[in-house]
């Protein structure tokens, strides 16, 4: 399968522990993306990489929210301490700089309790 | 600020017939424009864009129809199929003369549910 994968697929945590997820982009993608989507709304910007630059960060990225992209391939992003508002499907796309389409994963759905 | 915006939540309709979802958008930087479908439990797909140098763009059952001077966009699917029950998302992108693209900006959806 050579689309964009995440993992793992569910995490149930107590609050206050931190969380890390992992996504792996189509290989020739330059660009990476984390998404958040809670019920009812679409899916809100994180964050984005181009390569291993983090090119961008929204204001809903608060300090205990950190994601890296070492060598331009695999992304992590870690929660800190988490909170009950956490509790989300948090997204990985894909895409190239030079397209607008972006190629989702199916996503990691946090439940902090 | 939703600067996309699906203003019908839901949208019920028989199979065979048409389906028509809307969006609006108010950020005139916007220049390329997506729709998604999205299955419960997993992430978005991807089905069709158009870049605002167009006003129609069709890939089979599917067309995106732009109005950039009423900031309105539509996805016609003819005929629906009971297997288009989904949620579907638009979205955009300001890409403003250059020559790469950043972050999709996704209105809230709608639900369309294809009745057999």
């Known amino acids: 399968d050579t689309g964009v994968s995440q993992d793992p697929r569910h995490k149930i945590t107590k609050r206050g522990q931190n969380v890390t997820f992992r996504c792996d982009p189509i290989?020739?993608?330059?660009?990476l993306y984390w998404y958040r989507q809670t019920l009812g709304q679409g899916p809100e910007f994180l964050t984005y990489?181009?390569?291993?630059?983090?090119?961008?960060k929204s204001r809903l990225l608060s300090d205990r929210f950190s994601a890296e992209r070492p060598k331009g391939s695999f992304s992590t992003l870690e929660i800190q301490r988490t909170e009950q508002g956490d509790s989300a499907m948090y997204l990985c796309?894909?895409?190239?700089?030079?397209?607008?389409?972006?190629?989702f994963g199916q996503g990691t759905r946090l439940t902090v309790v | 600020d939703q600067q996309v915006k699906q203003n019908s939540p839901s949208l019920s309709v028989q199979e065979g017939r048409i389906s028509i979802l809307n969006c609006d958008y108010t950020?005139?930087?916007?220049?390329?424009f997506l729709w998604y479908k999205k299955y419960p439990a997993e992430g978005p797909t991807f089905l069709i864009s158009?870049?605002?140098?167009?006003d129609k763009n069709e890939d089979g059952r599917f067309t995106v129809f732009l109005n950039k001077s009423a900031k309105h966009l539509s996805l016609h699917i003819v005929p629906s199929q009971p297997g288009d029950s989904a949620v579907y998302f638009c979205?955009?992108?300001?890409?403003?003369?250059?020559?790469?693209?950043?972050?999709?900006?996704f209105g809230q959806g709608t639900i369309l549910t294809v009745h057999p």
């Open positions: 979205a955009a992108l300001a890409n403003a003369g250059g020559t790469s693209y950043g972050k999709l900006t």
């Open positions: 290989s020739e993608h330059n660009r």
């Open positions: 990489f181009q390569n291993e630059a983090q090119l961008e």
């Open positions: 796309a894909s895409s190239l700089a030079e397209k607008g389409e972006a190629f």
């Open positions: 950020n005139s930087m916007f220049d390329y």
């Open positions: 158009i870049s605002s140098i167009k």
